[in-house]
Nanobody, 118 residues
Framework: QVHLAESGGGLVRAGGSLRLSCAAS????????MGWYRQAPGKLRELVAV???????NYAGSVKGRFTISRDNAKNTVYLQMDSLKPEDTAVYYC????????????WGQGTQVTVSS
């Protein structure tokens, strides 16, 4: 069975930091790309950051310079370090596995809530 399990969300004040983790099980970590998407109430799900096995990354312009994506293949885990958080970062963050840096693949986690207070 294939699973992506997110953790690390929570409530933080503006300017604070959080680190999200996504633990993968099954064969999906063999996909070329894994990353994070987020969805705020009333808005479409959007790309946050994606990383490939080979190293190239793709970040949303709104998070570039503040968020860092990384992965540990030995632990089948991908991380999102979020610094200098802003209230507009508030959303449910979903882990995703696929093949492209620019579009999500078919595998999703359940999501973890990130709330940034002002």
């Amino acid at each position: 069975q294939v699973h992506l399990a997110e953790s690390g969300g929570g409530l933080v004040r503006a300017g604070g930091s959080l680190r999200l983790s996504c633990a993968a099980s099954g064969s999906i970590f063999g996909r070329n790309a894994m990353g994070w998407y987020r969805q705020a109430p009333g808005k479409l799900r959007e790309l946050v950051a994606v990383i490939t096995i080979g190293g190239p990354t793709n970040y949303a312009g709104s998070v570039k310079g503040r968020f860092t994506i990384s992965r540990d293949n030995a632990k089948n885990t991908v991380y999102l370090q979020m610094d200098s958080l802003k209230p507009e970062d508030t959303a449910v963050y979903y882990c995703n596995a696929g093949d492209l840096l620019t579009k999500p693949g078919p595998y999703w986690g359940q999501g973890t809530q990130v709330t940034v207070s002002s």
